[in-house]
């Protein structure tokens, strides 16, 4: 099975400010790379799909790089709706999906 | 445009059976480019993937949860639920039930994005 990391954990940023969270798959997974924000109590919510497209209505802030084994999501000019927790998931394995464990961003 | 709604007991008891449906309304399952499961997520933790099928009917799980995990989907292809039996208070999540939709890849491939959640139902596994 593949298994997924990211780092940090949690992260502490201001307002304005462009953060980066990371992503690593246990073996290569081309592009098949997604990352979704979830809000307390809420579902997640798809941002990024193949590893760096933007899903329909997400912010153009949000961007994903990344291919093989390493990807990230970058943040630009947070705004407070954005201190949230966010996931990978890898979706090589599709109908399987292993998420990462996820990095709660804070505000400073 | 499609919407999902869990629905369930809040509460099951330890070694009883667990039973969940998802509520497509907005249209029915009839993709066949489309996966439709269910996704828990246990208080402070992560999101697992327990299992999800098709538009023919083929289902697939999580190898850990493989042999108490039923997916089934009404012939109405506007329900489909989750039952896990045995459980235990690690069994303690919120659930969701989920689409992945998939875009064109490489070959014949499809990246696949989940998409469409419900809002997630508390399950708690206690006596």
């Known amino acids: 099975d593949i298994q997924m990391t990211q780092s940090p954990s949690s992260l502490s940023a201001s307002i304005g400010d462009r953060v980066t969270i990371t992503c690593r798959a246990s073996?290569?997974?081309?592009?098949?790379l997604n990352w979704y924000k979830q809000q307390p109590g809420k579902a997640p919510v798809l941002l990024i799909y193949?590893?760096?497209s933007l899903q329909r209505g997400v912010p153009s802030r949000f961007s994903g790089s990344g291919s093989g084994t390493d990807f990230t999501l970058t943040i630009s000019n947070l705004q407070p709706e954005d201190f949230v927790t966010y996931y990978c998931?890898?979706?090589?394995?599709?109908?399987?999906?292993?998420f990462g464990q996820g990095t709660k961003l804070e505000i400073k | 445009q499609q919407q999902l709604q869990e629905s369930g007991p809040g509460l099951v008891k330890p070694s009883e059976t667990l039973s969940l449906t998802c509520n497509v309304s907005?249209?029915?399952?009839?993709?066949?480019?489309?996966?439709w499961g269910w996704i828990r997520q246990s208080p402070g933790k992560g999101l697992e993937w327990i299992g999800s099928?098709?538009?023919?009917?083929?289902?697939y799980s999580n190898p850990s949860l493989r042999s108490r995990v039923t997916i089934f989907i009404d012939t109405s292809r506007t329900h489909f639920s989750l039952k896990l039996n045995s459980v235990t208070a690690a069994d303690t999540a919120v659930y969701y039930c989920?689409?992945?939709?998939?875009?064109?890849?490489?070959?014949?491939?499809?990246?696949?994005?989940?998409?469409?959640w419900g809002p997630g139902t508390t399950v708690t596994v206690s006596s």
């Open positions: 193949a590893a760096s």
């Open positions: 998931q890898e979706s090589y394995s599709t109908p399987q999906a292993t």
């Open positions: 989920a689409r992945s939709t998939g875009s064109p890849g490489p070959g014949n491939r499809y990246y696949y994005g989940l998409d469409l």
């Open positions: 099928f098709d538009y023919s009917g083929s289902t």
């Open positions: 073996q290569s997974i081309s592009s098949y």
């Open positions: 907005g249209g029915s399952i009839n993709s066949d480019s489309d996966y």
